[in-house]
């Protein structure tokens, strides 16, 4: 009998692969955290199977069930965010199941970075221009950074970095990486990309500057207007309004005014909502405001331009 690692991918349930499907399909016991894995993802498994909610469950408890399925003759799914292989904390568990003879196989998953690059439309490894991707985090209550790897290190090399597990650090990203990258270097915070529930990890994509980050922009709130559940007002309808008027500037059809009222919408809905999905859909455009507001009136621009003419 076999436990079987399969990564769910950003949350999506369409974007899990065919064969972590399948095996979910086939097997006995599904073991999924439910606070990372949304259940529509374990739908797929056996009316007779018993799908467990691991998200209250200790390590032990997990393996005291593995342990008991095998015994019986039972294959196990065993499913996580993304891809499993990044910040999957499998190696403990593989650990214990090597201990108590018990084998294993790994199916890889759709990870964070590679949703964010589809959500946003981009290539993240452009010629010329970045070949390179680095996949990090940074140390806040986990553990340690090996040495060599902190962000400073992977700053001089001036390649793309996706950075996860990072979303409460991001004062300390900017400062560290700043002086590597330029305090215009496009960056995107992403979160819940190409989901219907959790992307598991929010990232940092760094984005090349060969992208119009304006663009690049209006798509991530498109995306949060699609994804609202529509129960709080602030959120149902700012995120709507945030989309148009940012679409509205990339296609050169809005005032420069127009710049100052996106700022408010923003501020109506950040703190406004029941959960963080205000700010979530709200921070990107506010990032944008902050630091991109030369390429919002060049783009308002066109339309006074226009108007002269």
């Known amino acids: ?37 949304p259940e529509a993802v374990v739908a797929e498994a ?3 199977a018993r ?35 990044l910040y999957g904390a499998i190696a403990e568990q593989i650990r214990r199941l090597k201990a108590m003879g018990i084998a294993y196989d790994i199916t890889p ?59 409460r650090n ?3 990203i900017e400062r560290e990486l700043t002086p590597f990258y330029g305090a215009d270097c496009p960056v995107i915070v992403a979160y819940r990309v190409e989901a219907k529930s959790g992307l598991g990890t929010a990232g940092i994509v760094v984005i090349n500057k060969s992208q119009d ?7 991530i709130a498109r995306f949060y207007k699609h994804e609202s559940c529509g129960q709080c007002t602030p959120c149902r309808e ?32 950040e703190g406004h909502t029941i959960c963080a999905f205000g700010e979530g859909s709200s921070w990107p455009v506010q990032g944008l405001l902050r630091h991109f507001r030369a390429e919002l009136e060049d783009k308002c621009s066109n339309l006074a331009n226009r108007k002269i003419a």
Request: with cysteine; hydrophobic share 45%.
């Open 46 to 48: 056996p009316e007779s």
């Open 109 to 167: 998953g759709v990870s964070a970075y590679a949703a964010a690059a589809a959500g946003l439309g981009i290539e993240l490894t452009i010629p010329e221009v970045s070949q390179t991707l680095i996949l990090t985090r940074t140390a806040m209550k986990s553990s340690a950074m090996p040495d060599g790897e902190d962000l400073a290190s992977l700053g001089r090399t001036g390649a793309t970095l996706a950075i996860h597990l990072s979303i």
């Open 213 to 219: 980050i304006v663009s690049c922009i209006s798509r």
């Open 238 to 269: 700012g995120s709507g309004w945030m989309w148009r008027m940012l679409e509205r500037i990339n296609k050169g059809e809005a005032e420069i005014h127009e710049i100052d009222m996106l700022l408010e919408v923003t501020k109506q809905i």
């Open 1 to 37: 009998m076999t436990v079987h690692f399969i990564g769910a991918g950003p949350g999506d349930p369409d974007l899990i692969t065919v064969r972590g499907q399948r095996l979910i399909q086939q097997c006995a016991l599904c073991l999924y955290a439910g606070s990372l894995v």
């Open 170 to 172: 991001l004062r300390a």
């Open 51 to 85: 799908v467990i909610d691991t998200a209250s469950m200790t390590l032990n408890d997990i393996m005291a069930e593995i342990g008991a399925a095998v015994a019986a003759g039972d294959e196990v799914a065993r499913v996580h965010s993304g891809d499993p292989s």
